[in-house]
């Protein structure tokens, strides 16, 4: 059964501490991609990543780092820089190469509330 | 570099009744087009999505879309709501062998009895 998981579902922490995301595809896809999304706001990029050990930054990388030791994995920390962590955290996988017409296939996302 | 517009924040309607939600986009080169639905606290599904084939593009769940160059649109439509239908639908813009997805920011659809 293929797909993408993130975990956990909600996640609760203090402010001022970093915390990690996790996101696992069996997707085989060589693209993976970090979403924040706001109310009322379409998806913002944070962090992306066409193959292993490499990752660009996106719009909004500030108070974020990423790894991508595995292909199947790309963790998302949230660090205490980030002003305002609050927010709904969405993973996206795609293949690549030639042709391709980027589809993106997405997590079911997690939830971070900072208090 | 491309960018997208979603020209209605809400759209409601009735139960039975046709659906449209509409988007604009921007592109310098070809570009290939997509809708996706999002319901609460749920990640994002693609319904359709245009990769310069046919301009009439059939999704799942009744939607269909059409690519319109001349217009520089890619509205989304059904023909009879149904409540479940009731979500959050961003459409999404990118150019081929390019991997950098531009996203609306989103039409939330009402649903009434």
């Known amino acids: 059964d293929g797909g993408i998981t993130q975990s956990p579902k909600y996640l609760f922490r203090k402010e001022g501490q970093n915390v990690t995301l996790s996101c696992e595809q069996n997707l085989n896809h060589d693209a993976m991609y970090w979403y924040r999304q706001d109310p009322g706001q379409g998806l913002r990029l944070i962090y992306y990543?066409?193959?292993?050990?490499?990752?660009q930054k996106g719009d909004i990388a500030e108070g974020y780092s990423v790894s991508r030791e595995k292909k199947e994995s790309f963790p998302l920390t949230v660090t205490s820089a980030q002003k305002n962590p609050t927010a709904f955290y969405l993973c996206a996988s795609s293949p690549t190469g030639a042709n391709i017409y980027n589809e993106q296939f997405f997590g079911p996302g997690t939830r971070l509330t900072v208090l | 570099a491309q960018s997208v517009t979603q020209l209605d924040s809400h759209v409601s309607v009735s139960e039975g009744t046709p659906v449209l939600l509409r988007c604009n986009y921007s592109s310098s080169y070809s570009p290939s087009l997509f809708w996706y639905v999002q319901h609460p606290n749920k990640g994002l599904q693609l319904l359709l999505k245009y990769t310069s084939a046919a301009t009439l593009v059939k999704g799942i769940n009744g939607f269909e879309a059409e690519f319109k160059k001349s217009e520089t649109s890619f509205h989304l439509t059904k023909p009879s709501a149904h409540m479940s239908d009731a979500a959050e639908y961003f459409c999404v813009v990118s150019e081929l062998n390019n991997n950098d997805m531009r996203f609306g920011a989103g039409t939330r659809l009402t649903v009434k009895p």
């Open positions: 990543s066409q193959i292993v050990n490499d990752f």
